[in-house]
């Protein structure tokens, strides 16, 4: 399974640099050259403008990133279009390896797109009530808030459901981008 780290959870420094490693980053700019990098797109579940979305598509092409993390995308039916669209023109700028991250199951429709999704984001305790309906095999998962004892139990289950991809953190979300200033949230290792 390929690790996945969001913008709020960093590997540590001792991570070993690899191809099965990608980093979602926040803004363009500095990275550690051998990971697969991905360029975080806020799609704000469908509202932002398209122009706004190029606009960030078009700076992260620049930084050199290997592909995008389209992220708080939308999963029902009406946001396809613009999704798909975002899609094609990342694939035109040479942007091919995207991450669609709705956090949860999205419509059938999506699946023609030909890009990998995250069908869960969200806490442990959920993650572990979770029935996994409308995921497929091989999609994302990212569970955060794990208990420390409990990240192996949850990379296991992570494998179980069928993940192809994803993180299993002690780091949260909800934690401002401030509190990493000094180094790094605590991810799976």
């Not at 697969?36 to 620049?62: E, M, P, T």
Request: overall charge neutral; hydrophobic content about 40%.
């Amino acid at each position: 399974m390929k690790t996945l780290f969001p913008p709020y959870a960093h590997p540590s420094p001792s991570l070993p640099l690899d191809g099965d490693t990608w980093i979602v980053r926040e803004a363009p700019g500095e990275r550690r050259s051998l990971h697969q990098s991905l360029g975080r797109v806020d799609l704000d579940w469908g509202s932002r403008s398209l122009a706004d979305v190029l606009a960030d598509v078009d700076a992260w092409r620049a930084d050199g990133a290997e592909g995008l993390f389209l992220d708080r995308a939308p999963a029902g039916s009406g946001g396809v279009g613009p999704v798909a669209l975002t899609v094609r023109l990342a694939a035109r700028r040479g942007l091919h390896r995207v991450v669609l991250n709705p956090g949860v199951p999205t419509h059938p429709l999506y699946r023609d797109l030909g890009v990998r999704i995250c069908t869960f984001e969200g806490p442990w305790e959920a993650y572990q009530n979770w029935d996994g309906d409308g995921s497929k095999t091989g999609d994302g998962h990212i569970v955060h808030g794990v208990p420390t004892a409990l990240l192996t139990a949850a990379r296991r289950l992570m494998g179980r459901r069928g993940a192809g991809f994803g993180l299993a953190t002690d780091a949260s979300p909800y934690v401002s981008a401030g509190s990493f200033a000094g180094g790094a949230g605590s991810g799976d290792r």
